[in-house]
């Protein structure tokens, strides 16, 4: 069975602060895909990141970047200079081919970020 | 392009009654999914459409059901509502291929049961 689990409830940081998102996952096949998406008060997924369990490559888009370690089954997310308009949901998603499209979210981390 | 759309954006219903919600995906695409997030459960997969077959189902009793249309356009139902089905249901469209594909989500309908 696939799981993701996203530690973090909340997280509360001020303005400029540098703030990581925790997702540790579990599978057992050898091909799977991670996913982070962004939940605003709007409520509409915004997709940020999709990677296969083949590229360990750390991801750097802008003040995000992503950190992929297969060993530990970690794919965490760090905010650089954190702004308010971060603060929203943010989840971690796992989908294994065998199932197709089907994401396996985590529980998601409410991020507030104050100015 | 236009993004995922879908209708409608609320809903009230009282238990026992039926719904349809509608959800058209990003032009070119071919798979729909959907998902019911509520605060205890959080996200949950209902099923994946491709192609008008349905390709994958998550863990939902058959009173949630659904289908897709030659154009993509899908429609899930839930007959016999209770007041445990309230939530956002959120629509994702992707391309389709083999692999995981990456799903753009819509606004969602909200369904509050009374």
């Known amino acids: 069975a696939q799981k993701v689990t996203q530690a973090q409830t909340e997280i509360s940081v001020v303005e400029k602060e540098d703030v990581t998102l925790d997702c540790v996952y579990e599978?057992?096949?050898?091909?799977?895909?991670l996913f982070w998406y962004k939940q605003p008060p709007s409520g509409e997924l915004v997709f940020l990141i999709r990677?296969?369990?083949?590229?360990?490559q750390n991801e750097i888009s802008g003040r995000y970047s992503w950190n992929f370690q297969k060993s530990t089954s970690s794919f965490n997310f760090t905010i650089t200079a954190s702004q308010v308009v971060d603060s929203a949901v943010y989840f971690c998603?796992?989908?294994?081919?065998?199932?197709?499209?089907?994401?396996?979210f985590g529980a998601g981390t409410i991020l507030r970020v104050k100015s | 392009k236009a993004g995922v759309t879908q209708t409608p954006r609320y809903l009230i219903k009282t238990r026992g009654q039926q719904v349809t919600l509608s959800c058209s995906p990003i032009s070119g695409h071919r798979s729909v999914s959907w998902y019911q997030q509520t605060p205890g459960q959080g996200l949950q997969f209902l099923f994946e459409?491709?192609?008008?077959?349905?390709?994958n189902k998550g863990n939902f009793p058959g009173r949630f059901s659904g289908r897709q249309f030659s154009n993509s356009r899908s429609e899930m139902n839930v007959s016999t509502l209770e007041l445990g089905d309230s939530a956002l249901y959120l629509c994702?469209?992707?391309?389709?291929?083999?692999?995981?594909?990456?799903?753009?989500f819509g606004p969602g309908t909200r369904l509050t049961v009374l």
């Open positions: 994702a469209s992707s391309s389709g291929g083999l692999d995981p594909d990456t799903q753009y």
């Open positions: 599978t057992r096949d050898t091909t799977y895909y």
């Open positions: 990677r296969n369990s083949f590229d360990e």
């Open positions: 459409y491709f192609s008008e077959t349905q390709r």
């Open positions: 998603a796992l989908s294994v081919i065998k199932y197709g499209n089907k994401l396996v």
